[in-house]
Every structure is written in C-alpha cells, then in structure tokens.
C-alpha cells in the first residue's frame, strides 16, 4: 500500500513565476492538507481540501491557491512566485473525522525561487 | 490552539535514554498531545499521542503529569538512526472539520556515536 506520493521531489522556479505541485494520498484517504515548511522551521499550514472544497485555510496569501480532484488527488499552485516562498512543501492525508494520529505526510517537494 | 515551548535542540549518546519535555501551559480540556518525528528531507512522521498519564508504545513512552500543562517525550536506548526533529503540538483528537496540526520549533535531537 503506498503512502502519500509527491511530485516532483525537487523544483527550481524564478521570481514572478507560477509553480504547481501534486499529491496522492494514502489508499482509503478523503481529506487532504498542505503545509510550508520554511529551512529551520516546523511545518505552517496552508489549507485543507475535503469533498473537493477548501475547508479551512490558514495565514496563506491568495497566491496560494489548490484543488482536489474526484479521485482525492489534489494540487496546490503558487502565483507570482516570491524569494520567500522557497521551502519544502509537505502534503498530508487522512480519513475525514479521524484522530489527528491518523495523518499521513508525503516526502514533501523542495521548490527553490531564484 | 494551545502554545508549545520545548528546548531547541539536545545532544545524546547510543543506547542512552532521552527525555524532551514540552511546555502548554494553556492546554484546553478537548486538547491531545501528540508527538511527530521528521527526518531532513522527509514529513513528519506521527509517534504517539496522549490525553493524561502514561502512554507506551513500540517506539516511545508518554508521560503527562496531572495538571497537563506538560509532557514529556521518553526515547529508551537511541540510536544514530533517532537523530531527527521531534515535535510536539497540542489540539483536539477530532475537530469537527480540519484537524490542522499547529507545529513548532521542534527539538533537534543529535545522537551521537
């Protein structure tokens, strides 16, 4: 059984340009979450996609922006790209309703803004 | 969501016992402690979660005191291989939609040989 899957594993991108990154959850998982996590840093959240909605968001500007798909994959995307926004970007998943012992993250995909 | 203080980083020798201790002080009655372990270049990887008390389980033991404004994370006999970031966060088991996990700092443990 595969756990969360990302992709790509490593992305570089310039200043003002647009990035989008993927991720499969785990068998048997609905509910998808995506978080930042700046070098040095512990992972920040940036929102959670449930039944192919945004069901909760945090501190994240509207460049940061995602979709999930029937089959729970989901995206996230990233506009107008910001030196700032270089970080490893962590995907997790989980059956709606569950502990939070039951989240799952993927490996993670490390974008690089030059 | 309840605030966490844990030390920024700690240093350990093979087979010795660690024990990293979390502060929330303002944990609520709903709330769970829940430890992660992340490795460089990996997500963070769940340990083990509790409400009051002890809980054990393969990897780790819980110790929660009765006032809960503390825990702390026991790791029996580490190994190189336990080198990672540990962190601890404090919320409820199940919300009623989201269930976002609020990260730290976290505590770089260094295992050394």
């Known amino acids: 059984d595969a756990g969360v899957t990302q992709s790509p594993t490593h992305l570089i991108k310039t200043r003002g340009q647009q990035v989008t990154l993927r991720c499969s959850p785990k068998?048997?998982?609905?509910?998808v979450s995506w978080y930042q996590q700046a070098l040095g840093q512990g992972p920040q959240f940036i929102f959670q996609y449930y039944e192919e909605e945004e069901r909760q968001r945090g501190n994240f500007p509207d460049r940061f922006s995602g979709h999930q798909f029937p089959n729970y994959s989901s995206e996230l995307n990233v506009n107008a790209l910001l030196l700032g926004d270089s970080a490893l970007y962590l995907c997790?998943?989980?059956?709606?309703?569950?502990?939070?012992?039951?989240?799952?993250f993927g490996p993670g995909t490390r974008l690089t803004v030059l | 969501l309840a605030k966490t203080t844990q030390p920024i980083s700690m240093d350990s020798y093979e087979g010795q016992e660690v024990n990293i201790t979390c502060s929330h002080n303002n944990i609520a009655t709903n709330d769970y402690i829940t430890w992660y372990q992340q490795f460089p270049s990996q997500g963070p990887r769940f340990i083990i979660q509790?409400?009051?008390t002890k809980v054990t389980n393969e990897v780790a033991s819980l110790f929660i005191p009765a006032d809960r404004k503390s825990s702390t994370l026991s790791l029996p006999r580490v190994s190189l291989s336990d080198t990672a970031v540990y962190y601890c966060?404090?919320?409820?088991?199940?919300?009623?939609?989201?269930?976002?996990?609020?990260f730290g700092g976290g505590t770089r443990l260094m295992v050394k040989p």
């Open positions: 966060l404090v919320g409820p088991w199940v919300t009623n939609a989201g269930n976002m996990l609020t």
């Open positions: 068998s048997g998982h609905d509910t």
């Open positions: 997790a998943s989980r059956r709606d309703r569950e502990s939070t012992d039951t989240q799952y």
């Open positions: 509790g409400y009051k």
